[in-house]
């Protein structure tokens, strides 16, 4: 994708980057590089840069949100906070020959290494135990949930989605993102309950958010939770 320099109304200049596609109309969308703009490959640059100006207040509030809402990245190092199920847990990186696995005390993720400051060791032993724990946690709700709904348990795997915390196929497998671990456990509810939904409405029409709602009556104000939480969740 190419760098291009748009200048707003206010004279500001920004940076974003643009992508030609077989489209007809274009699209924006605010990543963790700034601004994308997706836009057919016949339009005129004049034109795009009209569209562009037009959309410059969305744009800026839209950069400005991203700010505002930027969680800096795990640093994978003794002493980090991690989230469990919504509380703080303490990262405990300690130095052994010993390469063990994982141990958890209900206050610190202890996690050892034959040499200190691996960080590469510390995150991938971190990610496994968290994906062993979710798929123990998750099994267990969606076993009773799908009992709530009166259908059969459908079959359970993880996802490592960047943008989305679940999905269910046409098949009836449900897919679950593990770093919901890290989430109140009343949002790693919603989430279940919002895929199981689609095992009886494969659409999100009022009849599917209806179905919802047998389950989880609130799920309107947990979505809002889950949305202001995420910056957070995908700080693993």
């Not at 800096?72 to 190092?77: A, F, G, R, S, V």
């Not at 062993?132 to 709700?141: E, I, N, T, V």
């Not at 456990?185 to 009849?207: Q, R």
Request: charged share 25%; glycine share 2%; aromatic share 8%.
């Amino acid at each position: 994708m190419a760098k291009q320099a748009l200048t707003l109304p206010n004279g500001d200049t920004i940076l974003y980057q643009l992508e030609r596609r077989p489209r007809r109309t274009i699209g924006l969308k605010i990543t963790d590089d700034g601004l994308v703009v997706h836009a057919p490959k016949r339009i005129f640059e004049f034109e795009l840069h009209r569209i562009l100006q037009d959309k410059a207040k969305w744009i800026i509030d839209k950069l400005e949100a991203r700010k505002n809402n930027y969680v800096p990245p795990l640093e994978w190092i003794h002493g980090e906070t991690l989230q469990l199920h919504g509380n703080a847990i303490l990262l405990s990186v300690q130095q052994n020959a010993k390469n063990k696995q994982a141990e958890f005390n209900n206050i610190a993720l202890i996690i050892t290494t034959p040499e200190a400051n691996t960080h590469a060791v510390v995150r991938r032993k971190v990610t496994q135990w968290y994906k062993k724990q979710a798929m123990l946690d998750f099994s267990r709700r969606l076993e009773i949930l799908a009992a709530k709904l009166s259908v059969p348990t459908p079959p359970l795997m993880l996802s490592n989605a960047q943008s989305r915390w679940g999905s269910c196929s046409s098949r009836g497998d449900v897919r679950l993102n593990w770093r919901l671990l890290q989430a109140p456990p009343h949002i790693i509810n919603y989430v279940i309950c919002h895929e199981l939904a689609h095992l009886k409405e494969m659409n999100h029409s009022a009849k599917f958010w209806a179905v919802v709602a047998t389950l989880f009556p609130d799920y309107k104000k947990a979505e809002k939770e889950l949305k202001a939480l995420s910056p957070q969740l995908h700080r693993m």
